[in-house]
């Protein structure tokens, strides 16, 4: 599987950005999808996810109620819609996947990533 994030940019704070990440080869139905960021001087962390067989949608819960992650099947690509963004969300965001029965949060269990999209919200 391999994937390509695009999407990201400047946006003053409140503002919105899509993320895209565009999913070729082979997905099986146990692979869980996920976007991850990494602001400077953090570590890595979960964003939102999904398992590509269906079901709920988990986010961390600073994104919740502002982060929609969904997918165009017939397009072969996961979305990150991010609304009424805040400068703590600036990083690096990165869409990942997994072979896994059950979403992680863990980056560690996800096997294959994008190069990554810088998104900068200014105050």
């Known amino acids: 599987v391999q994937l390509q994030a695009s999407g990201g940019g400047l946006v003053q704070a409140g503002g919105s950005l899509r993320l895209s990440c565009a999913v070729s080869?082979?997905?099986?139905?146990?692979?869980?999808m996920g976007w991850f960021r990494r602001a400077p001087g953090k570590e890595r962390e979960f964003v939102a996810g999904?398992?590509?067989?269906?079901?709920?949608?988990y986010y961390a819960d600073s994104v919740k109620g502002r982060f929609t992650i969904s997918r165009d099947n017939a397009k072969s690509t996961v979305y990150l819609q991010m609304d009424s963004l805040k400068p703590e969300d600036t990083a690096v965001y990165y869409c990942?996947?997994?072979?896994?029965?059950?979403?992680?949060?863990?980056?560690?269990?996800?096997?294959?990533w994008g190069q990554g999209t810088q998104v900068t919200v200014s105050s």
């Open positions: 999904f398992r590509w067989s269906g079901g709920a949608t």
């Open positions: 990942a996947a997994g072979q896994r029965l059950w979403v992680s949060i863990s980056p560690h269990d996800y096997s294959n």
């Open positions: 080869g082979r997905t099986a139905s146990n692979y869980i």
